[in-house]
């Protein structure tokens, strides 16, 4: 039998059952997690996924954009010959047009990624870009990389959430 008066003894029950607390709200966090799903975007208005992704998905109500590059979704063709302002205005459209498929708009987006070919052009896609988020831009990170998709100049990635 032992002393639940001993402090030592207490200490271990509080530690026990604050670790089974832990267990059951780690458990229900992932039977959430796992009954919340997740729900595919698409439109016709913004380039068809060329490879294994989804243009955008949507987890409760935050909304994963998948990057976009400068592809015209009437003519299905990418803008090869387009300058860096030209490329990132489509790139801003193809985003607002996934964003509109599920009812946002430009204005729920929260965070950005863009990617650039060339950093020297970092001026003139912002130029462009601020024109898309004239009040409370989202928080964004900006990099050069050795290569894009399809030789692109630029591909922007976002994260929008439904209020």
């Known amino acids: 039998m032992h002393d639940d008066g001993d402090p030592e003894i207490r200490s271990m029950i509080r530690f026990h059952a604050a670790l089974a607390l832990a267990g059951t709200l780690l458990l229900a966090t992932q039977a959430i997690a796992q009954t919340a799903g997740k729900t595919v975007i698409a439109t016709p208005n913004a380039p068809e996924a060329i490879g294994p992704y989804s243009q955008a998905i949507k987890v409760g109500n935050m909304i ?3 990057g976009q590059v400068a592809i015209d979704p009437k003519t299905k063709q990418f803008m090869k ?16 047009a996934v964003l509109e498929a599920d ?10 990624n863009v990617f650039l070919k060339d ?6 896609m912002n130029g462009v870009y601020g024109s898309y988020f004239k009040t409370a831009p989202p928080a964004r990170a900006t990099v050069e990389v050795a290569r894009l998709p399809l030789d692109a100049k630029v591909e922007i990635v976002a994260i929008a959430v439904r209020p």
């Open 64 to 66: 994963f954009l998948a």
């Open 103 to 112: 009812g946002l708009t430009m204005e729920h987006i929260v965070s950005t």
């Open 81 to 96: 010959d387009a300058n860096i302002e030209d490329q990132t205005r489509q790139v801003l459209e193809n985003l607002k």
């Open 119 to 124: 950093l020297n052009e970092f001026g003139k």
